[in-house]
């Protein structure tokens, strides 16, 4: 059974950093991608930044030059680094994973921007 399990959320003021964490119940890289989407309070779920292993990393606009995806093979793990927060980064953050034609999905974090 796939577990995606998210940590590091949290609050952080305007223009700060925070770093969130996906450890899977095996190897990363038995997936063919990776990646984060996130939820704000009356808003649909988009996509914050996504990594086709071996093939390309893509961020939304809003986040481009602001966080970045890094993996740890040896502990399961896909981080998401973010900078320069902004209130409106505030949004439930989830892990998200693809293999082959099935979707899988964490429970969520909360991340709140405020000072």
């Known amino acids: 059974q796939v577990q995606l399990v998210e940590s590091g959320g949290g609050v952080v003021q305007p223009g700060g950093s925070l770093k969130l964490s996906c450890t899977t119940s095996g190897s990363i890289f038995s997936f063919n991608a990776m990646g984060w989407y996130r939820q704000a309070p009356g808003s649909q779920r988009e996509m914050v930044a996504k990594?086709?292993?071996?093939?390309?990393?893509t961020y939304a606009d809003s986040v481009k030059g602001r966080f970045t995806v890094s993996e740890d093979p040896a502990k399961n793990t896909v981080d998401l680094n973010m900078y320069i927060l902004k209130p409106e980064d505030t949004a439930v953050y989830y892990c998200?994973?693809?293999?082959?034609?099935?979707?899988?999905w964490g429970s969520g974090i909360l991340v709140t921007v405020s000072s």
């Open positions: 998200y994973a693809v293999r082959r034609t099935t979707d899988y």
């Open positions: 990594v086709h292993w071996g093939v390309n990393t």
